[in-house]
């Protein structure tokens, strides 16, 4: 069956990053690949109808991603992701290059193949949910324009503020039907791949194939401490300290304490939330990624 494409271009993704890498991919598409049928849509417009056969492929980062996933696992599409965003941490799980160019020949030259997704609720995400203080950072930049439009370092810039102002909290939930408790929570992540957030490695056991969710709890810690944290998650560092646990499951549910009533999920704010149902759905999202992965 032969394969269309259809792009999604994210015209604000890393401070109009993706628009450009666009315009500079485009002609090198229609120029080396003269045979290829495709399409292209803004991301923040809706989608015709399109076939199975299609491969939807998201140029931004992961915010981008996380749109196009929505689409592809509505549609049953196979995605592919050209990275032009400020983290691209999805596109380095899964051995995409993140130069634009030679991420699209790998991608005409790729082979299919599948990896667990998280359905949180209603919604699918690629790498990681949270509560606590990373979703009061995601909340703080997407409040604030013209902090958002300094790219990576826009979490540096407010993270301190959200610090001063964030509350600990008592969290319970069930992990697989088992209960979980833990007081003076800071932050709790749901993870499918190791790193989000611009290359943070919160859980770095995480595996996009191993039919499993990554829980990590960060609790019991005061707020210089935590801020001292910070710079050893990038590294994977912090696995071993006592205010880190780390749990493993299949499905969880939750309802978010009286104060944390928002979520982040890959990056995207998600308001208003009450309760919280996440289980991972193995083998569920088709990828076309390089052949050597």
Known sequence: ???????????????????RVWTRIEPLLRHTYPD?????????????HLSRSTVLVAVGGDGTVHRAVQHAMQSSLTLSVIPAGTGNDFVKTIG??????????????????VVDILRVNDRWTVNAMGIGLDADVVEAVERHRTVKRMGRLAYA????????RHRR????????????????VSLVVVSNGPAFGGGMRLAPQA????????VCVVAGITKPRLLMLFPSV????????PYVRFFRGQSIQMSLPEG???????????????NLAVSVQANALRLLTPSHR
């Open 36 to 48: 290829i049928e495709y399409e292209v849509h803004d991301s923040d417009s809706g989608l015709p």
């Open 207 to 214: 595996c996009v194939d191993d039919g499993l969710l990554d």
């Open 157 to 164: 810039a407010v993270l301190p503020g959200v610090l001063f």
């Open 260 to 274: 944390c009533k928002s979520a982040q999920l890959d990056g995207e704010w998600l308001p208003s939330v009450v």
């Open 96 to 113: 995409i290059p993140t130069d634009p160019v030679q991420a699209l020949h790998e991608m005409m030259a790729g082979c299919e193949r």
């Open 169 to 184: 909290f008592s969290l319970h939930m069930l992990i697989d039907g088992e209960q979980v408790c833990a007081d003076d």
């Open 1 to 19: 069956m032969k394969r269309r494409f259809c792009f999604l271009v994210n015209p604000k993704a890393g401070r109009g990053k993706a628009l």
């Open 234 to 241: 990038y590294r994977g560092r912090h696995v071993h300290l």
